[in-house]
């Protein structure tokens, strides 16, 4: 247990370190976000006069899609770097050397999780500065990031798994790509629930995204439905704990045919 | 297969044979020794089961039988022991591109437990053995091919280990580099104890590097011995006749036999436009060999008469040329799984 904690310790630092000592690759993933919150959130201004909300400012009502939104479309390529270690043989060097293996996937659920926890807070406080305000308070945000690590560690550990299994970018790009508007637009990270016609709200509601952004959103707001933040976080951590679970099967899988 | 002394093996190999998916026969068969302190070779054309051979040892992959015991260790029972004593390099650049040389050894030792003042001096040393001191505050991105090289074996070596693996190393450097990293290579097996089991298709590295060496074709061991043990072995001198046009079945049978007349000639082949014999005397051979040949008419572009080389070594017991196996593996040998060479 210890070497488990002390392997992963220092592979997780590696690549935090990687993201550190490159601030610029930082800067560029939170520009799509703060695009999405600025760009969606002057366009869609005026939305909120429509009833279903429950805010009087869309800002208040798009952050916590914006900081969910980012988690998935961040996360979701965490498979490309998986895919880079296993060709350049980082990873098989690391499995001729007495490191403890969970440690290699533990590494990239804490790196996502901190990386995650990092932009979600810059989008909440950039979004404050734009004049958004939190009624939930600090415990609210901290809900809002437990959702978002959650569902980025969903689409991380799932990604991982598609880059160990397919070992071709294009497939990660492809199903990535597909996958983000529908995920995005099928849920509440826009548009309220009761604006969306019947059939998308039937999807929504086995959305994960939306799940997230329903707890976080909830968690928020000045009076916070305590029901529905513990059921889709606890369908969240769920849903994490399985594809982790899928990734680490997949990483054994790999082990034997090397 | 020849061994001057008696175990305890630094590596030793029994009967591997792996299957891959798809009915990927990697190994079928392949057995070595390796004695310590020496700098044993893996000879074989790209596909012959080398790089499968060293993940085994390296406790990387499985085999489907056999058994594998590096310093001592059983690598299949207990791969967690063998892992601390071996080191690997392989035939990429594996290094993090996007730390420096130095945090690449740093992060290595530590995985391997150094800490402290131990792991500060050890990298030290590494980096000024490898020359790579002055680029050790640079990403390894920035790195040439030559100095990814050293700091790979740099990584293989932190931990300082019994056993040193290293996959094809001098695959893609320039020849400038190729030298230096042989230089690197013969130096360390000069250090204490280490033992150093390379691969590689290079007849030239194994001839050069390697105190004893084993050809592979086809998933097994074919020959093993020291070079010139091996090059002993053909008795006499090789020659080679580069024929003008292929010959159909008939024609190729009169050209054998026509050469195979001549006094002291045998082992007569034929692969492709190249017929190749073995003779007590190359030269004298020759322009007997020639007048026979344009009488049977043959038509011939070259005719080379030499000591035998690690070439002809590999003919004879491969049965075919080795840039032919090479070539022809590169074509058709689909490596399983993507990216498993």
């Known amino acids: ?258 | 297969m020849t061994t001057t002394t008696e175990g305890p093996y630094a590596v030793e190999a029994h009967e591997l044979v792996k299957t891959y998916p798809k009915g990927v026969r990697a190994l079928t068969g392949l057995s070595l020794r390796v004695q310590p302190g020496e700098i044993f070779g893996l000879l074989g054309p790209n596909g012959a089961g080398k790089t499968t051979a060293v993940k085994i040892l390296t406790t990387l992959a499985h085999p489907d039988s056999g058994t594998a015991t590096v310093a001592g260790q059983d690598a299949l029972r207990h791969p967690g022991r063998v892992r601390r004593l071996i080191g690997t390099v392989s035939q990429r650049s594996s290094a993090d591109p996007v730390a420096t040389g130095r945090d690449n050894l740093v992060l290595q030792g530590r995985l391997y437990g150094l800490r402290g003042a131990e792991l500060r001096q050890r990298v030290t040393e590494l980096l000024d053995r490898f020359d790579l001191t002055d680029a050790a505050g640079r990403r390894t991105r920035s790195y040439s091919g030559g100095m990814q090289r050293r700091l790979e074996v740099a990584l293989g070596l932190v931990h300082r280990p019994q056993v040193l693996f290293l996959d094809e190393p001098t695959t893609g450097l320039d020849p400038e580099a190729r030298a230096a990293m042989w230089d690197e290579i013969a130096r360390l097996a000069g250090e204490e104890g280490l033992t150093i089991l390379l691969t590689t298709h290079y007849l030239e590295e194994a001839d050069r590097l390697a105190d004893r060496l084993a050809i592979v074709d086809k998933g097994r061991v074919v020959a093993a011995g020291t070079p010139d043990q091996l090059k002993g072995e053909l008795h006499g001198d090789a020659v080679h006749i580069e024929l003008r046009t292929t010959l159909d079945e008939t024609a190729a049978g009169t050209a054998r036999s026509a050469l195979g007349r001549l006094p002291g000639v045998r082992e007569v082949t034929l692969d492709g436009l190249r017929l190749s014999a073995r003779a007590d005397d190359g030269a004298a051979v020759v322009p007997g060999a020639l007048a026979e040949l344009t009488a049977a008419g043959v038509s011939v572009a070259t005719v080379t008469a030499a000591r035998p080389s690690l070439d002809d070594v590999y003919l004879r017991y491969a049965g075919r040329r080795f840039a032919e196996a090479d070539a022809d593996s590169d074509s058709t040998t689909q490596t399983p799984t993507g990216g498993a060479r």
């Open chain 1, 1 to 258: 247990m210890t070497a488990l904690a002390v392997d992963t310790w220092w592979l997780t630092g590696r690549r935090l370190k990687a993201l550190v000592t490159q601030p610029i690759f930082v800067i560029v993933m939170l520009i799509q976000p703060v695009i999405w919150l600025f760009l969606f959130g002057s366009l869609f201004r005026r939305v909120v006069e429509l009833p279903g909300f429950g805010t009087a400012s869309y800002l208040d009502y798009l952050v916590p899609g914006v900081v969910v939104m980012n988690a998935l479309a961040v996360n979701m390529w965490a498979g490309i770097g998986t895919l880079e270690e296993i060709e350049r043989g980082t990873l098989n060097r690391f499995l001729t050397m007495p490191v403890s293996r969970s440690a290699i996937m533990n590494a990239n659920v804490v790196e996502q999780l901190v990386g995650t926890t990092f932009q979600s807070a810059v989008i909440v406080l950039l979004g404050g500065l734009a004049g958004a305000t939190y009624p939930g308070g600090p415990a609210g945000v901290v809900l809002l990031m437990l959702a978002a690590v959650l569902l980025g560690t969903v689409f991380g550990a799932l990604s991982n798994t598609i880059g160990m299994l397919v070992r071709q970018r294009e497939s990660i790009i492809g199903i990535n790509t597909f996958l983000l508007l529908p995920l995005t637009f099928l849920s509440t990270v826009f548009m309220a629930r009761e604006l969306m016609p019947g059939w998308m709200q039937g999807i929504a509601a086995f959305n994960p995204l939306d799940w997230a952004v329903q707890a976080g959103r909830s968690a928020l707001s000045a009076d916070p439905d305590w029901g529905l933040v513990a059921s889709r976080t606890g369908w969240l951590l769920a849903l994490a704990v399985l594809s982790v679970v899928l990734s680490t099967r997949t990483f054994r899988a790999y082990q034997k045919a090397v």
